[in-house]
């Protein structure tokens, strides 16, 4: 690469589904109803989680955090996207990519973080009911959820700081929705293997790891359901997990559908990303904070009792 080509970039271009602009009309329609059930059904939870006081527990403390989460995450993508969509130039600042890139990778890693707190909570609920309070006590419970965050933003941080110190050449054009950080690196026109190197830990260490306890805890449950003697018993130990666990395999499914199926010769080392991809992509990140409430209201008793708790005083209280 000639350094002379080098510059100085002030913003970048997002490809998105420029070269389908019947498309763009399509999905901005769903995405804006998308992200409306979003806010409805993550805030709704939130809501419920705090004015029931049956609710003041562990996992539905995570699960708040969760929903919130989910909302925090969207907010920072959807919006830009769907400007974009209507916009004949798709651009965006150097520094407003930054933002969006350090919001992005945060959210996703607390997110991954979170899950495997929630799976060990659920591990410790079916194994060791009786010192289930003990064990999972606020004392314990709030730094698990704290920590999640901290995990999350910085090594989103400490990855952001390394991506905007690389120099960028005049291909600034990002074949994504959104600043997505691989995306982003491929611009530079310099050596990224440090930058790989450094995802590629991050990744085992907030990804992988996370992902591991999540499959040790539900395996140590499912062995432990299996010793219960009656199918009564065995369905309600494995409806207190049931949400959680498909909302796992969605948001793990996705990631490791995207990141890990096999690339032909001819674009593993291109910018080349076709419109299934974006879409994977966009299923990731617009789907799975969608159905997530839905999910645990849906499959979730003690959710739906709550609603209809609230209502029936609502009611009455008028």
Same mark, same amino acid.
């Given at each position: 690469?000639?350094?002379?080509?080098?510059?100085?970039?002030?913003?970048?271009?997002?490809?998105?589904?420029?070269?389908?602009?019947r498309l763009e009309l399509l999905f901005f329609a769903l995405i804006l109803?998308?992200?409306?059930?979003?806010?409805?059904?993550?805030?709704?939870?939130?809501?419920?989680?705090?004015?029931?006081?049956?609710?003041?527990?562990p996992m539905y403390f995570f699960l708040g955090n969760l929903s919130f989460?989910?909302?925090?995450?969207?907010?920072?993508?959807? $919006? $830009?996207?769907?400007?974009?969509?209507?916009?004949?130039?798709?651009?965006?600042?150097?520094?407003?990519?930054?933002?969006?890139?350090?919001?992005?990778?945060?959210?996703?890693?607390?997110?991954?973080?979170?899950?495997?707190?929630?799976?060990?909570?659920?591990?410790?609920?079916?194994?060791?009911?009786?010192?289930?309070?003990?064990?999972?006590?606020?004392? #314990?419970?709030?730094?698990?959820?704290?920590?999640?965050?901290?995990?999350?933003?910085?090594?989103?941080?400490?990855?952001?700081?390394?991506?905007?110190?690389?120099?960028?050449?005049?291909?600034?054009?990002?074949?994504?929705? #959104?600043?997505?950080?691989?995306?982003?690196?491929?611009?530079?026109?310099?050596?990224?293997?440090?930058?790989?190197?450094?995802?590629?830990?991050?990744?085992?260490?907030?990804?992988?790891?996370?992902?591991?306890?999540?499959?040790?805890?539900?395996?140590?449950?499912?062995?432990?359901?299996?010793?219960?003697?009656?199918?009564?018993?065995?369905?309600?130990?494995?409806?207190?997990? #049931?949400?959680?666990?498909?909302?796992?395999?969605?948001?793990?499914?996705?990631?490791?559908?995207?990141?890990?199926?096999?690339k032909s010769k001819e674009t593993f080392h291109s910018d080349d990303l076709?419109?299934?991809?974006?879409?994977?992509?966009?299923?990731?990140?617009?789907?799975? $904070?969608?159905?997530? $409430?839905?999910?645990?209201?849906?499959?979730?008793?003690?959710?739906?009792?709550?609603?209809?708790?609230?209502?029936?005083?609502?009611?009455?209280?008028?």
């Amino acid at each position: 690469m000639d350094w002379e080509n080098q510059t100085i970039l002030v913003e970048f271009v997002l490809k998105g589904l420029s070269g389908y602009p019947r498309l763009e009309l399509l999905f901005f329609a769903l995405i804006l109803i998308m992200y409306v059930v979003i806010l409805l059904g993550n805030g709704t939870l939130i809501s419920i989680s705090i004015l029931d006081p049956h609710l003041h527990t562990p996992m539905y403390f995570f699960l708040g955090n969760l929903s919130f989460l989910d909302i925090c995450y969207t907010t920072t993508s959807i $919006p $830009p996207t769907l400007v974009s969509f209507l916009s004949e130039r798709k651009t965006i600042s150097f520094s407003g990519c930054a933002v969006q890139m350090f919001l992005g990778l945060a959210m996703g890693t607390t997110e991954c973080v979170l899950l495997g707190m929630m799976a060990f909570d659920r591990y410790v609920a079916i194994c060791y009911p009786l010192r289930y309070p003990v064990i999972i006590s606020k004392d #314990s419970y709030v730094p698990m959820a704290a920590g999640s965050w901290i995990i999350g933003v910085v090594n989103s941080a400490v990855q952001t700081v390394f991506v905007v110190q690389l120099p960028f050449c005049r291909n600034n054009v990002i074949n994504h929705f #959104s600043c997505e950080i691989l995306a982003v690196m491929k611009l530079a026109c310099a050596d990224i293997s440090g930058n790989e190197f450094i995802m590629l830990v991050a990744t085992t260490l907030f990804t992988l790891m996370p992902l591991l306890l999540i499959v040790v805890s539900y395996s140590l449950i499912v062995v432990n359901i299996l010793k219960i003697h009656t199918s009564e018993g065995r369905s309600k130990a494995f409806s207190t997990c #049931s949400a959680h666990l498909t909302v796992v395999i969605i948001f793990y499914g996705t990631i490791l559908f995207m990141y890990m199926k096999p690339k032909s010769k001819e674009t593993f080392h291109s910018d080349d990303l076709d419109a299934t991809d974006k879409l994977i992509s966009m299923f990731y990140g617009v789907v799975t $904070p969608m159905v997530n $409430p839905l999910i645990y209201s849906l499959r979730n008793k003690d959710v739906k009792e709550a609603v209809k708790h609230l209502f029936i005083r609502k009611v009455f209280s008028k």
